[in-house]
Nanobody, 125 residues
Framework: VQLVESGGGLGQTGGPLRLSCAAS????????VAWLRQRPGKEREFVAA????????YYSDAVKGRFTLSRANAKNTVYLQMNSLKPEDSAVYFC???????????????????WGQGAQVTVSS
């Protein structure tokens, strides 16, 4: 499975950006999906994840209420809509797919089998 992120770039404080993650050679159906990010000088951190059934979606406290993870099954694509951006949201964002990830492990990056290459997001103040 190949995952390709797009839609990153330069955003403004308080503004929106949307990231996309398209899958090829596999499907997001019945798979857990997550977005994680790595800020400069920091370890990779959990941002958002959706369970395999789609029944559960989790967000980190840092983005809750501002970011939304969604999925377009027909396009085999997942999105991360980022609103009310802050400079501290600047990071490389990764999407990940886990074919066997269980709900209790959605926040654990070791649970995911496939990763995108990352998309840079920079938020100007």
């Amino acid at each position: 499975v190949q995952l390709v992120e797009s839609g990153g770039g330069l955003g403004q404080t308080g503004g929106p950006l949307r990231l996309s993650c398209a899958a090829s050679g596999g499907t997001f159906n019945n798979a857990g999906v997550a977005w994680l990010r790595q800020r400069p000088g920091k370890e990779r951190e959990f941002v958002a994840a959706r369970s395999r059934t789609g029944g559960y979606t989790y967000y980190s406290d840092a983005v809750k209420g501002r970011f939304t993870l969604s999925r377009a099954n027909a396009k085999n694509t997942v999105y991360l809509q980022m609103n009310s951006l802050k400079p501290e949201d600047s990071a490389v964002y990764f999407c990940a797919l886990g074919q066997r990830v269980i709900t209790s492990s959605l926040r654990n990056d070791a649970a995911y089998d496939f990763w995108g290459q990352g998309a840079q997001v920079t938020v100007s103040s």
